[in-house]
T-cell receptor, first 112, second 115 residues
Framework: KNQVEQSPQSLIILEGKNCTLQCNYTVSPFSNLRWYKQDTGRGPVSLTI?????NTKSNGRYTATLDADTKQSSLHITASQLSDSASYICVVSAAAGNKLTFGGGTRVLVKP | GAVVSQHPSWVICKSGTSVKIECRSLDFQATTMFWYRQFPKQSLMLMAT?????????EQGVEKDKFLINHASLTLSTLTVTSAHPEDSSFYIC???????????FGQGTRLTVV
């Protein structure tokens, strides 16, 4: 069964600090992995998308890594800002049928 | 990225009535649209996939007669929650994907509250 597990479920960090979110998956055959940011009451917004051959991708202060061998990904937030408070969702796409498997998300709260 | 617009952003309806939610792709033709439901503090759950001009494919456990999906054009899909009940209160999100594309873009979501 295709699964995506994210950790931690939630975390609180101080403004200006860095943090790293984890994503482990068992989706096969793998097509791509995406990280989304979802503000409360809004739809998800894409941050990064990585295919099998890519092991790192940045979008401003967000840097995602992918280890396709261990089926792990991480999202690193640098110099966090209050506006980074949101849920971050890891989504893996299977090559067959292009079906998406969603992780449970990590809720990040940035405090001043 | 491409723009997907949902309407309304929020709606309150009485129990037993029906509610229609629209999902539009504003700057591309969406051959496939997806409808999700999201309960508080949970991730998105796929309800159904619709391809333009054909019947929607529903996920297991989703009642097709209760959640009517229409995808009559390449830029518009609608989800109608029929005979809504309080337990249908949720956040409904659509996403749209163009032909041959791998990425789907999400709408801003619709908060449905059934009282």
């Amino acid at each position: 069964k295709n699964q995506v597990e994210q950790s931690p479920q939630s975390l609180i960090i101080l403004e200006g600090k860095n943090c790293t979110l984890q994503c482990n998956y068992t989706v096969s055959p793998f097509s791509n992995l995406r990280w989304y940011k979802q503000d409360t009451g809004r739809g998800p917004v894409s941050l990064t998308i990585m295919t099998f051959s890519e092991n790192t991708k940045s979008n401003g202060r967000y840097t995602a890594t992918l280890d396709a061998d261990t089926k792990q990904s991480s999202l690193h937030i640098t110099a966090s800002q209050l506006s980074d408070s949101a849920s971050y969702i890891c989504v893996v796409s299977a090559a067959a049928g292009n079906k998406l498997t969603f992780g449970g998300g990590t809720r990040v709260l940035v405090k001043p | 990225g491409a723009v997907v617009s949902q309407h309304p952003s929020w709606v309150i309806c009485k129990s037993g009535t029906s509610v229609k939610i629209e999902c539009r792709s504003l700057d591309f033709q969406a051959t496939t649209m997806f409808w999700y439901r999201q309960f508080p503090k949970q991730s998105l759950m796929l309800m159904a996939t619709s391809n333009e001009g054909s019947k929607a494919t529903y996920e297991q456990g989703v009642e097709k007669d209760k959640f009517l999906i229409n995808h009559a054009s390449l830029t518009l899909s609608t989800l109608t929650v029929t005979s809504a009940h309080p337990e249908d209160s949720s956040f409904y999100i659509c996403s749209a994907r163009g032909a041959g594309e791998t990425e789907a873009f999400f709408g801003q979501g619709t908060r449905l509250t059934v009282v």
